[in-house]
């Protein structure tokens, strides 16, 4: 690995003897982490965990996560091990246990906003945000996957969700950076790294600070991160931050074997991740608390809202096809019923109304001539009835196919709609006729590769399945 020579020269001075061990470590292979949905399977106990969150787990070798039917269910996320140090900054600044509305500013593709959803209690919103468009399609296809529910993905600006004024008890601001941390694991980031470049990303990161900051509570926490070694996108950006706004620096505990490095300049707490010492990639992280600032308005009801409410007989038709029914208010927009939670539904007002609304929610149905078609994500969601729909329990090779968008063979279950899992985890949906079942699974999902060699019995062994390990 050839690094930039003024990269060399600033990472020595800032590591001094610890230098040669971190090249070596740059030398090395990437570790290989997952994190795992709780709410859909259970934990495995063969893994190594990765020591700051609850469900973070080493894998010894990196599988084909396309051929494993648990990862397209939403079982599991690929996720590197530093950047789940989130969940400490969580924790140990904020009470999860309250209803708290959450803003993930930069959530594409999704790693830390399905983080945040299971930290978060069920009575409380998240907003995941990406500006790219396309990358805001794949974070809304992720969080589906997930299937939380109390979930909304935009396509904006900072700016735009500047403009909410005091809405959010915590921001989330993963920044885009040089990318230093992701040397080892993206070669194309040391082509693109140079020195004008990380102050160009300064100055973007501190621009995203100034336009997002309206939208944090006073008494809110900001959990600022980049995965980049220079203390300019990192502390430097804090401190400046504490120079313009009215802040507080939030400390952590940690724990000495996480061997997390933690920074303090003028004030304001750090938290770096470098590969020599900590099994991940570079990280940083630090938590600050809004001291002052203006509160968000009185949300009433619009006279003629956005979100209008499905009909009495719309609602009968899927309402008993969710855990909780009376928890969600469900809504029609153009021929699809979508269930969003019925106690922020003044605030998500104001998101539809301000905001480019890419999904949200749990879409539930289609509707046509009185006919409900369950859609995707209600086959993915955690809030699914149990007994609402007949289940297919499907072997490996027949799971494969279902994701390949094949045809496929479900024994044992009644004519009508069918819910197509493995090792219990719901893929999707399954219409099954007197001699065929049609294949719901959406066509932009589906699994691209050819299955030929997969399929034959001698290699089908050697897929990683994660209730396996």
């Given at each position: 690995m050839q690094l930039p020579l003024s990269f060399q020269v600033r990472m020595q001075t800032q590591l001094e003897e610890d230098y040669p061990a971190f090249k070596q470590a740059l030398a090395s292979p990437s570790p290989i982490s997952i994190r795992v949905n709780a709410n859909k399977t259970s934990l495995p106990t063969s893994l190594t965990p990765v020591p700051w969150t609850e469900t973070g787990f080493y894998l010894s070798e990196r599988p084909s996560f396309t051929l494993d039917p648990m990862f397209h269910g939403g079982a599991y996320y690929v996720q590197e091990a530093s950047s789940m140090f989130l969940e400490q900054a969580l924790k140990q600044s904020v009470d999860l246990e309250e209803s708290?509305?959450?803003?993930?500013?930069?959530?594409?593709?999704?790693?830390?906003?399905?983080?945040?959803?299971?930290?978060?209690?069920?009575?409380?919103?998240?907003?995941?945000?990406?500006?790219?468009?396309p990358r805001a399609n794949i974070l809304?296809?992720?969080?589906?996957?997930?299937?939380?529910?109390?979930?909304?993905v935009t396509n904006n600006d900072p700016s735009h969700i500047g403009a909410l004024t005091g809405f959010f008890d915590v921001m989330v601001v993963d920044a885009p950076c040089s990318g230093e941390g992701m040397f080892r694991k993206d070669p194309d980031a040391i082509q693109e790294w140079s020195e004008a470049n990380v102050k160009l990303c300064s100055e973007r990161q501190?621009?995203?600070l100034m336009d997002v900051w309206d939208a944090l509570k006073p008494g809110g926490v900001l959990i600022y991160s980049t995965c980049t070694y220079n203390s300019e996108e990192n502390e430097e950006?804090?401190?400046w931050l504490s120079t313009q706004q009215d802040v507080e620096t939030v400390p952590?505990?940690?724990?000495?074997?996480?061997?997390?490095?933690?920074?303090?300049e003028q004030g304001m707490r750090g938290y770096r991740f470098y590969p020599h010492k900590t099994q991940g990639e570079g990280f940083f992280l630090a938590v600050v608390r809004k001291t002052e600032g203006d509160e968000a308005g009185t949300y009433r009801k619009s006279k003629r809202p956005y979100l209008v409410s499905a009909s009495k007989q719309e609602k009968a038709l899927v309402q008993d096809w969710l855990s909780e029914p009376g928890d969600w208010e469900i809504v029609k927009h153009k021929e699809t019923l979508r269930a969003l939670p019925k106690a922020w539904m003044l605030e998500l007002e104001q998101l539809y109304e301000n905001l480019r609304v890419v999904y949200g929610g749990i879409e539930l149905a289609e509707v046509m001539k009185n006919n409900a078609k369950p859609l995707p994500a209600l086959a993915l969601s955690q809030h699914l009835s149990a007994g609402a729909f007949p289940r297919a329990e499907v072997d490996l090779a027949t799971?494969?196919?279902?994701?390949?968008?094949?045809?496929?063979?479900?024994?044992?279950?009644?004519?009508?709609?069918?819910l197509v899992q493995f090792n219990g985890v719901p893929l999707g949906w399954g219409k099954k006729l007197q001699n065929r079942v049609n294949n719901h699974y959406p066509k932009e999902w589906r699994i691209r590769m050819s299955l030929d060699e997969v399929l034959k019995p001698e290699n089908l062994e050697k897929q990683f399945v994660l209730s396996n390990q």
């Open positions: 708290l509305a959450v803003l993930d500013l930069c959530g594409a593709p999704g790693g830390k906003s399905t983080h945040i959803a299971s930290l978060l209690s069920e009575g409380s919103l998240l907003v995941a945000n990406e500006v790219i468009k809304a296809e992720n969080i589906q996957k997930w299937g939380s529910g109390n979930v909304v501190r621009r995203i950006n804090l401190v952590l505990t940690l724990q000495p074997e996480w061997n997390v490095t933690e920074t303090q799971a494969l196919k279902f994701l390949h968008r094949e045809d496929v063979v479900l024994e044992d279950s009644a004519t009508g709609w069918v």
